[in-house]
């Protein structure tokens, strides 16, 4: 039989722990985490044993989790959380129970927390925020990023390393955390489209053609060309993005018909990266009899290691790619 919903507490009045987790938007297993580890439990228990939690209690977790949603560690949030002028208004009672040793400062192993290990600590709110699967905080991260740092070190030391932590919780987890992989890389996704300048106009185009990117047949992950595609276009360079799993004909089509200064082919996993693709593109001609030229291929992506590409470079992240592109236009990259 269908339980009837629970009814929402009055204001003011003392909620349960399924009730506030809610509100919060965490698990109730984090709100017991917090008060076994941090004291964050609430100030009076019914009958010794069951949880209620009073406003006072429900303004010192609403403090704890914008805190670690900004990426402050949880031992320090929670030190913040409990100064807040609400802790002070926080029933008195017996001494707490033995919460066992404290973690080290600044590592949480809170359930759900990803993890990240050495990052910037925007990693840290960015996770937090996707985990708890609110958007409007994840963009607001992602924005504040690539506004302090630039798109380039955002994407490199901010959107990627989460995105990696979310991808082995994922792995880990028995398929858990799928959810929250799939919110992260659609913002990411948003965030760097909002970044790219509009394209060059085709009259600005120099002499040597676009960059075409494309991700090769099979290949549906396109993140790291997105950031490449706005990190090319902060440096004016012309580009012409073709996405994900571009089949060959399609593929060698486009080269003719643009007469590329380079083609960057992404391959995620190796079962992707395709040797033969390369070399055909990399062979492919156009122009007048007696001046043909030919596209300076990029294989890019980790599923092209331990693959045959001789003659081609192989840049090693965004800012390599950056570097590379720039030298065929005699370009600068940004910050140069």
Do not use: I
Not at 40 to 53: E, F, N, Q, S
Not at 126 to 152: C, I, K, N, W, Y
Not at 327 to 333: E, F, I, K, L, V
């Amino acid at each position: 039989m269908d339980r009837e919903p629970e009814q929402e507490p009055a204001a003011g009045a003392a909620v349960t722990t399924g009730a506030l987790a809610r509100r919060l938007g965490v698990s109730p297993t984090t709100l017991r985490t917090w008060d076994r580890r941090y004291g964050l439990g609430p100030a009076v228990r019914a009958d010794g044993r069951h949880r209620r939690w009073t406003p006072e209690d429900v303004a010192v977790l609403t403090a704890m989790c914008r805190l670690t949603s900004a990426g402050v560690p949880p031992a320090e949030a929670a030190r913040a959380a409990k100064e807040t002028p609400s802790a002070a208004g926080r029933t008195a009672g017996a001494p707490p129970p033995d919460r066992g040793p404290a973690p080290a400062a600044g590592r949480s192993r809170a359930a759900g927390a990803l993890p990240l290990g050495e990052v910037r600590q925007e990693c840290r709110g960015l996770a937090r925020a996707a985990v708890r699967l609110d958007a409007a905080a994840v963009e607001a991260r992602l924005a504040s990023a690539v506004a302090e740092h630039g798109l380039t070190v955002a994407w490199q030391e901010v959107m990627v390393p989460t995105l990696h932590a979310v991808g082995r919780k994922w792995a880990s987890s028995g398929d858990r955390y799928v959810e929250v992989e799939h919110l992260l890389s659609w913002h990411v996704s948003t965030t760097l489209r909002r970044h790219t300048p509009p394209p060059v106009p085709a009259g600005d185009t120099p002499a040597a053609g676009p960059v075409l990117l494309a991700c090769v047949p099979g290949e549906e992950h396109t993140l790291p060309l997105e950031a490449l595609n706005a990190a090319l276009g902060e440096l004016r360079l012309p580009t012409r993005m073709f996405g994900a799993a571009v089949p060959a004909p399609a593929l060698a089509a486009a080269v003719r018909r643009l007469g590329p200064a380079a083609v960057v082919l992404w391959a995620q996993a190796r079962a992707t990266a395709s040797p033969p693709l390369a070399r055909d593109v990399a062979a492919t001609e156009w122009g007048v009899r007696g001046a043909r030229r030919r596209p300076l291929v990029v294989p890019a992506g980790p599923g092209w290691a331990g693959r045959r590409t001789r003659g081609m470079p192989r840049p090693a992240g965004l800012r390599e790619a950056l570097d590379l592109l720039a030298d065929t236009y005699g370009s600068a990259p940004p910050g140069e």
